[in-house]
């Protein structure tokens, strides 16, 4: 678009005033694009009509009489309330040996029938109110979601205390969810994605159980019965585990009353769970597992740090520069869009309770797999040796300050975020803070992290082809 | 590319009966020079979500020049007259943008969602390349070779894509929407700049183009931005878009293919129907029943095959109205026992649309309503329904008051969309584990 002719005016009532203002604003761009490429992106966000200085998340730490705890926000602009909760250390990586799939399992069948409800009765009153009801297992913990009208809370509230205190398990549904699993199981050797992913895990975390298929194993899932069922929710649907965040249109009272009646029947304790730490090797080993296909594909990992470590916001924003968002990391920049090697590569921090690592991975068809291996491997000596520059750590605080409101776009969101932030114990005054913790770190701390990190070792390699 | 499939999904989600739900307020107006502009404000939080939709995708392709619709859309990211290659990346990444793009059969699509403080610039960016892409021989072959390898990745490297690229063809015949929209690895590697400059210079065009913003905005600011950025976008004619062929002699077909990697069976059958722009009423109707019979796991098909008599692990129907020719009536399943599903579904299908009386249309409606407003909540997600719908055919009034429409279906009009859909042909198709011996 030419510069000259977005000010042109057919509206001759304005035209006036719009030409003082573009006469300036036009004035400002020539005079910096002598400078720039021709137009000065920083002096249309200097000069951005719209901006919102105001805008605030208060989070509030409500108590429940019977003491349950929740992160809250008001939200109102429209008339739905979400609900987050999970519970810690009840996920798939505390499966017993034999009874490996019954975090997910048991996930996938709380919402299948509860109380006086069965299984249909519940799903219809759920359609027919527009309440969602889901839960979910990860390697660490299960975790749920409501979401729904407010005119409907009592009952969607009401349905979710049933959820979480009578879950039915009946044996027909049981029977069905274990089908599905089973069929789950079967597809995942179908892709060559989550083929990789398994291998990638037990290469990685070996003994520990995070070197298992979350999803379980086909001769445990068969076996699954009620018993097994409800003593998984009696040992780790717990007060002792759980978290809370909750967002909309909601009032305090009614929100404190909600956390008692819901989750206030929960038992106290559980029985104790904890596993070791992972202790993954990092030795730069490779493993190649031969297969024919279209692309080949690989993942590489090595040590990352905790949530709640000094590091972490160095080694985050070290990331975010190495193969972090958008297309302009080095390894995008390098294997994307100079060399056009491959449709994507990244790198990210994964924070497991047991493991911190950074991770990446890419897929290119054969002919091309060696040189992006090279260009990693390239690119993370040259975070060891060369760290990053001051330009780059700028850019990269940038992205992650101004991206931060982004976060704030659905409420379901905003709950799952208050629950993070009591779990990772990011503190109540994380939302207002975040940004100048993120702004605080120096150049010389994310080169110090860059060399600690990348300078540790090489990744391991686990890859799926020739 | 999968995205644009998956939007109607949220129209069956659940919803509001409040009598004044609507999916979202919107207004729309036009600039001089026939840019469409649709405003829907949502004042939750400082973030907008913009959005461009040209009406133009894989299906207004020349014969022999498949792909070039995708590659187009990545050349954009590439450069122009005034914004130098990597940049654009560069600024939206930067100001904290996330951004992408899609190509269906029917529209091509860039949003990036900001900070509102940053959509001054990434309004810039996207009038910009509405009218100044700067394509170079070398910007040219790198974006060829990286769409190569996005074909490979998201096609080639998974079987079940493979499947689907085959049932296409068979449902669309002669019909241009049975090419692939990423055009074939060979068609990929022949594509020239010309080709994509051409393809350029006849469809991008702000006449062509619909501009959603989607936010922390108002219809006020909106006008004076969406004038200030995309004003000085000159009008042209832009090319013919194609014209559909009417399908006439339909050839059903049965397909049966085995793969190596397969585990799991699956089925898939599909009927062409019309689309909301074809025939409002019907495409209505269809929405309406593809809820009955196959939308989660409190319908019909699911109820019977799955739960009762344990024919499938999962079935669904689905049906998507926005289209801007013909458009399909999904049935999918996987199934254990593949030999006898087929009669099975049969039979399910019949009883249940024998079945399907005034209690069961109430029923459905009000569940397909009953969580419209749920809509308003993510304006990212508003902005791409919006989008979708009106590059099907739907009015912004249509799209306001989708509620009332769905409403207004009689028992009458889902009984005879439902018997033209037994009555008329099929393509259905096996996916299968070889045979193990």
Do not use: C
Not at chain 1, 198 to 225: C, K, M, T
Not at chain 1, 296 to 308: K, Q, V
Not at chain 2, 287 to 292: H, P
Request: without cysteine; negative net charge; charged residues 30%.
């Amino acid at each position: 678009m030419r510069r000259r002719s977005y000010y042109k005016k057919s509206n001759a009532g304005r035209i006036i005033i719009l030409l003082l203002i573009a006469a300036a604003v036009t004035f400002g761009t020539w005079y910096r694009g002598l400078f720039n490429s021709g137009f000065d992106a920083d002096y249309l966000v200097e000069n951005s009509r719209l901006k919102r200085a105001g805008f605030e998340t208060n989070v509030e730490e409500l108590v429940s009489r019977k003491g349950i705890k929740a992160y809250y926000m008001e939200e109102r602009t429209n008339p739905i309330i979400s609900v987050y909760f999970l519970f810690q250390k009840a996920g798939a990586s505390f499966d017993q040996r034999g009874k490996e799939g019954l975090a997910h399992v048991t996930a996938a069948l709380m919402t299948e029938g509860a109380g006086d409800l069965d299984s249909r009765e519940f799903k219809e009153i759920l359609e027919d109110k527009a309440i969602s009801i889901s839960f979910a297992a990860d390697d660490d913990d299960v975790s749920g979601s409501l979401l729904t009208l407010k005119e409907n809370q009592k009952e969607a509230f009401e349905l979710l205390r049933t959820v979480l205190t009578e879950p039915r398990f009946d044996s027909k549904k049981t029977e069905l969810v274990k089908q599905q699993m089973l069929a789950v199981l079967e597809r995942q050797k179908e892709y060559p994605d989550s083929v990789l992913e398994q291998l990638w895990r037990q290469e990685i975390f070996g003994a520990h159980p995070y070197g298992r298929n979350s999803l379980g194993r086909a001769e445990d899932i068969v076996r699954i019965n009620r018993d097994v069922l409800q003593r998984r929710v009696r040992e780790s649907l717990t007060k002792d585990r759980l978290i809370v965040g909750i967002a909309g249109d909601i009032s305090k009272q009614e929100a404190l009353k909600m956390l008692d009646r819901v989750f206030g029947a929960l038992p106290e304790k559980g029985k104790k769970t904890a596993n070791e730490d992972a202790k993954a090797h990092f030795d730069g080993r490779e493993k190649v597992i031969p297969r024919d296909l279209a692309q080949d594909i690989a993942i590489f990992a090595a040590e990352g740090t905790a949530r709640n470590n000094p590091d972490f916001y160095p080694l985050y924003i070290a990331n975010q520069i190495f193969g972090g968002q958008g297309l302009t990391s080095r390894l995008s920049l390098a294997a994307r869009e100079d060399e056009a090697l491959t449709y994507g590569i990244y790198s990210y921090l994964s924070l497991k309770d047991d493991a911190a690592l950074i991770r990446g991975g890419f897929s290119a068809t054969p002919d091309k797999f060696a040189r992006v291996k090279e260009i990693v491997g390239r690119e993370w000596q040259r975070m060891a040796e060369e760290g990053v520059s001051d330009e780059e750590v700028e850019a990269a605080k940038k992205y992650l300050t101004a991206s931060y409101n982004l976060r704030f776009a659905s409420i379901a969101n905003i709950s799952a975020i208050l629950a993070a932030m009591q779990r990772e114990k990011l503190g109540i005054d994380f939302l207002q803070k975040r940004n100048s913790y993120v702004e605080a770190v120096t150049t010389e701390q994310v080169n110090e992290a860059a060399k600690k990190y990348f300078g540790a070792g090489q990744p391991v390699w686990v890859s799926l082809g020739k | 590319m999968g995205k644009f499939l998956r939007l109607l999904a949220f129209l069956w989600l659940a919803g509001t009966g409040a009598a004044e739900a609507r999916l979202f307020e919107a207004e729309e107006f036009f600039l001089d020079n026939g840019l469409r502009v649709v405003v829907i404000p949502n004042h939750k939080a400082p973030i907008v979500q913009q959005m461009v939709w040209y009406n133009v995708g894989s299906v207004d392709e020349a014969p022999g020049k498949g792909g070039v619709a995708h590659l187009l859309e990545h050349l954009m990211f590439r450069g122009t007259e005034e914004v130098k290659d990597g940049e654009f990346n560069r600024l939206i990444t930067e100001n904290g943008g996330s951004m992408n793009a899609f190509t269906s059969r029917d529209v091509t699509v860039y949003h990036e969602f900001m900070d509102v403080s940053r959509l001054e610039l990434a309004m810039f960016l996207e009038a910009d390349r509405m009218s100044g892409l700067k394509i170079t021989p070398e910007t040219f072959e790198k974006e060829r070779d990286i769409v190569f390898q996005e074909r490979m990745q998201v096609v080639e490297n998974n079987p079940t894509a493979y499947f689907s690229e085959v049932m296409q063809r068979n449902l669309w015949q002669e019909h241009p929407y049975a090419r692939p929209i990423t055009g074939t690895p060979e068609e990929i590697l022949q594509l020239s700049q010309k080709d994509a400059e051409d393809f350029y210079g006849r469809y991008y065009a702000p006449n062509n183009a619909i501009l959603i913003l989607s936010g922390d905005i108002t219809t006020a600011e909106a006008k004076d931005l969406a004038e200030k950025y995309f004003g000085g976008a000159e009008r042209k004619e832009t090319g013919k878009r194609i014209e559909f062929p009417e399908f006439k002699g339909f050839r059903s077909s049965k397909t049966l293919m085995k793969m190596p990697q397969i585990n799991v069976s699956r089925m898939v059958r599909y009927y062409v129907v019309p689309s909301y722009a074809q025939d409002k009423n019907q495409a209505l109707a269809l929405t309406v029943l593809a809820k009955y019979l196959g939308d989660g796991d409190t319908s019909q098909l699911y109820r019977r095959l799955v739960e009762d008599e344990k024919s499938a692990v999962s079935v669904a129907a689905g049906y998507d109205l926005a289209s801007r020719s013909y458009a399909v009536f999904v049935l999918s399943a996987l199934t254990d026992h593949p030999e006898v599903f087929e009669k099975d579904l049969d039979e399910a299908l019949r009883e249940a649309i024998a079945a399907f009386d005034a209690e069961a249309l109430q029923k459905a409606k009000k569940q397909m309503l009953a969580g419209i407003i749920y809509l308003k909540d993510n304006p990212a997600d508003a902005a791409e329904i919006a989008g979708s719908l009106l590059s099907g055919g739907m009015s912004l009034e249509d799209v306001k008051n989708y509620d009332k429409a769905i409403e207004a279906v009689s028992l009458t009009d889902v009984r005879k969309a439902a018997a033209q859909l037994l009555n008329g042909g099929y393509v259905q198709g096996f996916l299968l584990p070889e045979d193990k011996d």
